[in-house]
């Protein structure tokens, strides 16, 4: 607050409202709670989901972080995602994986993460990436993991196999191990805990009127990255509530949109297998396929999709879950040309199957989504129920990447568009506008200076 008092009178001069730590802002809330100011329920409201995830995290000690920042800080980045981690290095996904399995916390290290690395990505206790700004895909699924990370930082020199600590809080990186900080005893911080029951996203499902309509993909993406970059640029403070809810629906939304689509897909995809002699080593798979879900070999990719969901939407979750279990199988073991099928229709089968199975947040899930590929490039166009051009969201994923905040997000993904505009020599124009409730709430954190 900004105040002067003038002949015995108080002026308020200016007001912004403060951002608050984590710790900060669970005990204000219930601190409101005990004067009577709000519900526990609407003190739980205040809080950002990020916040409390932050408190659930142990970091690190302060004195011994300090003290190997002196002697040991390897990288300084953009702090992604909160938390501390320690652990072994590993530089790809595949070896994440493996030393995972013998029991080894590891923190995976890239230059930039991909869909592929998202099974390394699972198991590391932390990510950290070269390059990258708060919506690439790394900070996206590192937040939605729960997980520290730290991007845009030099990686040069750390290596394969040394112990380093990760602060996702300032976006440090040390050589060697830092100890954790003891657990908050703070009572109105352990109160707020036990109050807090995490607002969660509804349960992953199908939504088959979303077949029959048809939405732009290019503008979901903008509606998608832009909450997220949104929620995160508003934590602690006054639009904390709003963006964290904003961004639930929104991303609600786009994952079931995404889902929908790769299910279309796939139904459409897997006519092209040439029958069981030829696919040997899924055979019974395959037959399952034919026998049970009627699924349809050869023909027009539009009266495939449609067969497929006709079964698929008179069933139960579990027997779709299986029906995608069955189809990535096929596609990952059957004898495929390279225009057709294969690891990358095997690798879409799975990522709506991973969303399906709760195994994926809806988050994780579309931000995936969003970086799949079939055999000709960007996973879009083989429906249009999702429509719009495959060319653009090439450039909008690769402006995304590297923006720090709401603002700046919104300048690179005009800047794509104005780039993809240039090469189809389609003149020049303005980018398409966020959706009337997202720009609505990104005005307003942009008048009150939040972004």
Not at 140 to 148: D, E, F, Y
Not at 179 to 199: I, P, T
Not at 303 to 324: C, E, G, M, P
Request: net charge positive; hydrophobic share 40%; aromatic share 8%.
């Amino acid at each position: 607050v900004e105040f002067t008092v003038e002949q015995g009178k108080l002026y308020i001069l200016q007001v912004r409202n403060a951002k608050l730590s984590p710790e900060a802002a669970a005990t204000i809330a219930t601190h409101f709670v005990w004067e009577k100011k709000l519900s526990k329920a609407e003190a739980v409201a205040q809080v950002s989901k990020e916040q409390l995830e932050a408190l659930r995290f142990r970091g690190f000690d302060p004195a011994d972080l300090e003290r190997a920042k002196k002697s040991s800080t390897l990288a300084q980045g953009i702090p992604a995602s909160p938390g501390a981690a320690v652990g072994k290095v590993v530089l790809t996904s595949e070896a994440a994986v493996e030393a995972a399995k013998r029991g080894e916390k590891v923190i995976l290290v890239r230059p930039d993460t991909s869909p592929d690395d998202l099974p390394g990505m699972l198991v590391a206790e932390a990510i950290v990436t070269a390059t990258g700004g708060n919506t690439s895909h790394a900070a996206v699924v590192a937040r939605g993991l729960g997980k520290p990370a730290v991007v845009s930082c030099y990686t040069g020199i750390i290596y394969a196999g040394d112990d380093i600590s990760v602060d996702g809080n300032t976006g440090v990186v040390v050589k060697g191990t830092v100890k954790l900080a003891e657990l908050a005893q703070k009572k109105e911080v352990n109160l707020f805990m036990r109050w807090a029951a995490f607002e969660q996203c509804p349960a992953p499902k199908l939504n088959f009127a979303m077949f029959e309509e048809s939405v732009s993909y290019n503008d979901l993406l903008v509606d998608f990255y832009l909450t997220e970059s949104m929620a995160q640029a508003a934590t602690g403070t006054a639009l904390s509530v709003e963006t964290a809810k904003l961004k639930a629906s929104v991303h609600a939304n786009v994952a079931e949109r995404l889902a929908m689509y790769l299910v279309v897909a796939v139904g459409g995809e897997i006519r092209h297998a040439k029958g069981s002699d030829y696919f040997h080593r899924c055979r019974d798979e395959l037959n399952t396929l034919i026998k049970q879900f009627g699924i349809q070999l050869g023909g027009v990719r539009g009266d495939a999709q449609r067969k497929s969901l006709t079964y698929l939407k008179s069933v139960d979750v579990n027997t779709q879950i299986r029906f995608l279990q069955l189809t990535a199988t096929v596609f990952e073991k059957g004898s495929w040309t390279r225009a057709m099928g294969g690891k990358n229709w095997a690798n879409i089968a799975n990522a709506a199957l991973n969303f399906l199975s709760g195994k994926l947040s809806h988050t994780v899930f579309a931000d995936h989504a969003f970086d799949l590929e079939h055999n000709n490039g960007t996973v879009f166009g083989k429906n249009k129920m999702l429509d719009g051009s495959r060319e653009l969201v090439r450039y909008q994923l690769d402006a995304k990447k590297h923006a720090g905040n709401p603002t700046e997000l919104i300048r690179a993904l005009d800047k794509a568009y104005k780039r993809f505009l240039c090469w189809t020599y389609e003149g020049d124009s303005k980018a398409p506008p966020p959706s009337p409730e997202v720009l609505s709430l990104y005005e307003v954190g942009k008048k009150l200076g939040i972004w």
